[in-house]
C-alpha cells in the first residue's frame, strides 16, 4: 500500500462551484499535513498547513483533517479559473522529509 | 515576501556530464532539501540537509549525486554522470525548522539529458 493515495484526475469544475479534493494516508506517524498547489513549470505553493484533526479555513479554502480515518480534504468554494492547477497533498511524520501525494489535476471551467 | 531561487531554470546536458544545480534558500531558514519530479509523476524526496551534513536521503540519491553548502547562501546539488532517467524537474526547499513546519520551494530546475 502507498504511503499517500490521491487521484490525479483530471477534475473539471463549472466555475463558482466547490471543488472537493482528497488524500488517504497508510502511516499513522503522520501528524503535519499540507496542501500544496503548483502551476505548470513551477514549484509547489504552499496553500494549507494543519496539525491537529478537524477543519482549518483560511479565505476560499478549507482543509480538514480526519486522523482516525486516515484522511485528508481540501475545499474551494466560490472556484475561479485561476484556481486551475494540481493540487498536491503532502504529510509529514518523525522523519525529516515530507511526503507528497501524486497530485490531483484540477481544471475551473469558465 | 523572501523566496528560494534557482538557477539555471533550464539546463541541457549530454549523458555522462556532470552538472551542478544552483539554490538561494531563504535567508534564515536552516534545513534544505531537494525533490525531483519526473514529468508526469509525483515529486518525490532525494535529500535533507542541516548543519553542513546530510539528514536524510532516499534510494534515489546514490553515489552520483551529492549536494553541498559552499557558502552561507548557496545550496547546490551535483549530478556527477547523468543518465537519460535524470531528466526532471528538480526543485530546491528550505524550512525554518524541523518540527513539521511547511516547506518553501523554488521553481525548479527542469534538466534534460540527452
Known amino acids: 500500500q502507498k504511503e499517500v493515495e490521491q487521484d490525479p484526475g483530471p477534475l473539471s469544475v463549472p466555475e463558482g462551484a466547490i471543488v472537493s479534493l482528497n488524500c488517504t494516508y497508510s502511516?499513522?506517524?503522520?501528524?503535519?499535513f499540507m496542501w500544496y498547489r503548483q502551476y505548470s513549470r513551477k514549484g509547489p505553493e504552499l496553500l494549507m498547513y494543519t496539525y491537529s484533526s478537524g477543519n482549518k479555513e483560511d479565505g476560499r479554502f478549507t482543509a480538514q483533517v480526519d486522523k482516525s480515518s486516515k484522511y485528508i480534504s481540501l475545499f474551494i468554494r466560490d472556484s475561479q479559473p485561476s484556481d486551475s492547477a494540481t493540487y498536491l497533498c503532502a504529510m509529514w511524520g518523525r522523519d525529516d522529509k515530507i511526503i507528497f501525494g501524486k497530485g490531483t489535476r484540477l481544471h475551473i471551467l469558465p | 515576501e523572501p523566496e528560494v531561487t534557482q538557477t539555471p531554470s533550464h539546463q541541457v546536458t549530454q549523458m555522462g556530464q556532470e552538472v551542478i544545480l544552483r539554490c538561494v534558500p531563504i535567508s534564515n531558514h536552516l534545513y534544505f532539501y531537494w525533490y525531483r519530479q519526473i514529468l508526469g509523476q509525483k515529486v518525490e524526496f532525494l535529500v535533507s540537509f542541516y548543519n553542513n551534513e546530510i539528514s536524510e536521503k532516499s534510494e534515489i540519491f546514490d553515489d552520483q549525486f551529492s549536494v553541498e553548502r559552499p557558502d552561507g547562501s548557496n545550496f547546490t546539488l551535483k549530478i556527477r554522470s547523468t543518465k537519460l532517467e535524470d531528466s526532471a524537474m528538480y526543485f530546491c526547499a528550505s524550512s525554518p525548522r524541523t518540527d513539521g513546519s511547511p516547506l518553501h520551494f523554488g521553481n525548479g530546475t527542469r534538466l534534460t539529458v540527452t
Open positions: 502511516n499513522s506517524a503522520f501528524q503535519y
